[in-house]
């Protein structure tokens, strides 16, 4: 079993790698820098989370089972189902805490209240086999050849910069749904912009307080500022 420094090294590693991934894919798409995730700085926790449970499960059923094509198939199988529960678990605890949908997977198919779908679930999947079989061995060498002592101070440091991030990360997105549930047309453009980093890193993204279109604040976020409409949805219960 690992030891609290080594989870907490390779949570901050795979955190980093999964924010990375994430970032490059949507900067490609949107042609600019996009800082993706719910954190303001370079970590996205739900791949260190989803990391952690992989290894940890790899390196259980790796003793009980032997290095076999039939551990690596079960834990394939519960990885998948673990990470995917923890997905949904993250998709609800963010719209129940921050009345936001900050992802929705309800236009693909086999999806549930568009958390999770069959699709992402399989791309954990293969991100699974791809950890286990080529990026895990590197980083676990990596993490071992660090000295106890040196791992100590990087943990204390690591998870003081991990809580002042997620406090800050959550200040501002409780401001962010405190200012859409008050947006009105006379609401100042710079408080707009302030959030665009935000609607880049989740473009579908849903407010439920005041169902403001997106595409109107967006409007705002690439300077056309000519006409901003308002429209407002039904009051979702």
Known sequence: MLCYDDIMLFFTIYSFLGWALESIFASMNKREFVNRGFLNGFLCPIYGFGAILTVQFSSLLSHLL?????????????TVISVTILEYITGFLLETIFNCRWWDYSNNKINLK??????????????????????????????????????????????????????????????????????TSNFPIKKIKKYKRFFNAFPGLIIYYSKIINKDIRSVLNDKVDKIKMEFKTRFL
């Open 66 to 78: 032997g290095n076999s094509l039939y551990m690596l198939g079960l834990n394939l199988f519960i």
């Open 114 to 183: 568009g958390y999770i779908c069959l699709k992402f679930s399989l791309i954990w999947g293969l991100l699974t086999i791809i950890l286990i079989k080529l990026i895990h061995p590197f980083i676990f060498k990596l993490v071992a050849a660090i000295p106890v002592s040196y791992k100590n101070i990087f943990t204390i440091l690591l998870l003081l910069y991990f809580l002042i991030d997620l406090t800050n990360s959550v200040y501002d997105a409780l401001d962010l749904c405190n200012f859409i549930s008050n947006y």
